[in-house]
């Protein structure tokens, strides 16, 4: 019976740009989406539901898959009485994440093309908020919380004195964003200014909120920006790095390369011109 369902008490849709999703946090505390508009969300129809969607995750987001099989998508009770499937936190992450990796590749099949733009303004940001933070502001249930939750999140992000330095940016990525000026990198020489700003332009601010690089700024001393980071800013730190490096690498010149990540992190007022694959 539909009454010993698990009970959807905090509802509401999380919007970015012209995306919505409806998401839910169950009575104990477990947060989500509402499965068929998270399908519909990132692109699709209803083409999460049953076996095409899961081919589709196989393929592209096995470790959706794989969450989605742990929890068995149950069916949750709705305010208004009725029901629908419920998908758990962390899922988006592997879903967008997923497709983007995969159109980086070349693995997408060109009718799913169009999904590529709504999953990278997702990801930019989940990347700046996290699903749960997003889902608590959406739905209400920040209210709810310890006052101190949001304190924690950052807590996470900062710590309270620099590290030793360690490398975090290594030849790879340099000589990824070097080729997009027909330079070689050489790791003996000053580095253009910039290549400063580009790394502060894509891999910084698409990812952390304008409130922790200001603390990191006026903490900063002669460190650099990453010995500020606990694991948790560290690891957001290098998988948009990785990002940032995979546009490098298939970008035609400089221009595509900003073009493209204009539209990979969703930065307003800036044309998203992208070049063929061929012009390389």
Known sequence: MTTDLPRVTHFGPIVIGDITLDAAVLANGNRGYIQKQLA?????????????GRRFLKEIAPNALKLLIETGVPKVLLPHGGWASFAPVGILTEIVSGVIEAGCAGKLHHKQLHILPRCMAILKALAKTG??????EATGYQYHRAPDALQDIFAKLLRQSASDWERRFHPDFYEAIYRLFNWAYNPAKPKPYIIGRITLEWVYEPVFPTEILIEIKERQGSEKMHQWLQEGGLTLLEKQRDAVMMIARSSVDYRDFENRCAVAFFRRGQMPILYPREAA
Request: no cysteine; hydrophobic share 45%; glycine share 10%.
């Open 40 to 52: 519909r969300a990132i692109g699709f129809s209803d083409q999460f539901r049953g076996a095409q």
């Open 131 to 136: 699903e749960a933070a997003l889902i608590d």
